[in-house]
């Protein structure tokens, strides 16, 4: 209740005796039976009306003190005796009292032990945080959803230290011990790939390193990494002189083949780096195949299996050429090594798309949703579907909820870009574009992580500019950075797809609502 307001209610009437009601009982008085006190009062007539007045205000005053004493002054403990003075209590209700004797260690115990009880209530509240989050990944892990496992294991050393931040104190109920590093380690080797889990190895286990390297699968991911390091080593010179233009593509792909005898070369890779080869030389997709089929043929003489390591390029490819079945293959071996990967649902989700099947797209989505629930690629996912099968209103609905929660994700701002182009609004397509762009270097700069430059973002980027430049509302403040954008790319480096656009081949609803319904 307001300060102001604490006063409000009115104060009860106190029992005070009126001029009215003394008047009355007077009159009361006067016409009572006499008494024997009365009679004697009668014979005692001759004194004067002062004293018969006297003696009424006397009755009265002592009626008076009666009511106050009833009201007011009563002792609280018995209600029978007036209180003490300066007290709540009668002077024999207060001597009991301070003659009673209080067992003072009984007081005490049960004080320590409602203490105590809070502080176990506290402790295990404290406890239970990071252990729930180690639940969590439990959870998901046994699912096959690895990057959430991942996202909830990362949590606890940031909960413990908060924990123990706390509690001023490393408390020893409270620690990310080796079983918690070693699950965050298998959560990053499925979610993003065991070559970035050997290069964290490490940093994950600290003072468990040496302990962790007796494990069998951070044994395994060591070796992909040093054999990865040894192949890459051995063909590095190659690839610098490709890069620096000293050397032809068909150059560079003969060094390979002679450093393929070399001492700890691995042939998966080996065949691998000679796919980004032929990838970086802009090499057609059935020349590009033939790479990742001979990496799939020394996978399966080896022990480990190297799927995860191309089977997203291969099902890209295969889409490409027209293989569908056998790229829906790829897909699942991916899925199978970590059901939440973003980039294998989205191109399964895609290749239904692309034939027609929306039911079976809306599946993918559907179940990748509930897989990956509660984080941005979860709405990526539904955003580009709806956007996908027409259904902007939904997909601008969902699109703008997903930015107010991750405002720096690239490929949200990208989707949103998408669907202002499809309802006419080149301007804010540009501008949203260009915040993609910018959030993915946003990423790159702070984490080293340069993922979010995909070809369906530099794509978008080119054809929002484009756009915008064409038909919109030639915005002098964004001319400028358009006019840059532009320039810094070749043709070479646009996809088919958007130059079908720009040259008036295709409309923009005919690429982005059928076929994989993007900017591929």
Not at 147 to 167: C, K, M, R
Not at 405 to 422: C, D, F, N
Request: hydrophobic share 35%; aromatic share 10%.
């Amino acid at each position: 209740m307001d300060n102001e307001r604490t006063n409000e209610f009115e104060r009860e009437p106190e029992d005070t005796v009126t001029a009215a009601e003394q008047e009355t009982a007077a009159d009361e008085t006067v016409g009572q039976p006499e008494t024997a006190e009365g009679e004697e009062k009668t014979e005692a007539a001759p004194e004067t009306e002062a004293a018969e007045e006297s003696e009424k205000i006397s009755e009265e005053e002592t009626e008076e003190t009666a009511e106050e004493t009833d009201e007011v002054e009563l002792c609280l403990a018995c209600g029978e005796r007036r209180r003490a003075e300066g007290s709540d209590y009668c002077d024999e209700c207060e001597e009991r009292m301070s003659s009673t004797k209080i067992p003072l260690l009984g007081w005490v115990a049960g004080f320590a032990a409602v203490i105590a009880g809070i502080f176990a209530m506290g402790l295990a509240f404290l406890i239970s945080a990071p252990a729930l989050q180690v639940y969590k990944g439990d959870m998901e892990a046994a699912k096959g959803s690895w990057y959430p496992a991942y996202s909830a294991y990362s949590q606890v050393d940031d909960l413990v230290s908060s924990v123990n931040e706390i509690l001023k104190s490393d408390s020893p109920f409270v620690r990310s011990g080796y079983g918690v590093k070693l699950k965050i380690f298998k959560s990053i080797a499925h979610s993003y790939s065991p070559l970035e889990a050997a290069y964290s190895a490490e940093s994950i286990f600290s003072t468990y390193n040496e302990h962790a390297q007796k494990n069998a699968m951070v044994k395994e991911c060591t070796k992909f990494l040093t054999d990865y390091q040894n192949t890459y080593e051995a063909v590095a010179d190659a690839v610098e002189k490709m890069q620096s233009d000293e050397a032809t593509v068909e150059e560079t792909l003969a060094a390979f083949d002679e450093a393929a005898t070399a001492d700890g070369v691995n042939a998966v890779f080996l065949n691998y780096l000679k796919y980004n080869v032929a990838t970086y030389k802009d090499m057609p997709d059935a020349e590009r195949i033939k790479f990742l089929e001979a990496a799939e043929a020394a996978d399966s003489a080896e022990k480990s299996d190297y799927s995860w390591l191309y089977s997203l390029d291969y099902a890209r490819l295969l889409m490409n050429v027209g293989q569908s079945d056998k790229a829906l293959t790829y897909l699942d071996k991916q899925l199978k090594y970590d059901k939440s990967s973003f980039n294998a649902n989205s191109m399964k989700m895609r290749l239904y798309l692309a034939e027609g099947k929306t039911d079976e797209a809306a599946r993918v989505m559907q179940e990748y949703k509930a897989a990956c629930k509660g984080t941005d690629t979860a709405y990526q996912l539904e955003i580009s579907y709806l956007r996908s099968v027409g259904e902007l209103d939904k997909a601008r609905e969902l699109c703008t909820e997903a930015l107010k929660e991750y405002g720096t994700s690239p490929e949200i701002y990208r989707q949103s870009a998408l669907i202002y182009l499809m309802n006419g609004d080149y301007d804010n397509a540009y501008e949203d574009a260009y915040e993609a762009d910018y959030a993915a270097y946003q990423i790159y700069q702070y984490t080293g992580d340069n993922s979010a430059y995909t070809q369906e973002l530099s794509n978008t980027i080119y054809l929002c500019s484009w756009l915008c430049k064409e038909k919109g509302k030639k915005d002098t403040d964004n001319a400028a950075y358009i006019d840059e954008i532009l320039s810094s790319f070749s043709e070479s480096e646009i996809s088919d797809s958007v130059l079908q656009i720009i040259k008036g081949d295709k409309t923009l609803e005919e690429v982005l609502t059928k076929g994989e319904c993007d900017l591929i």
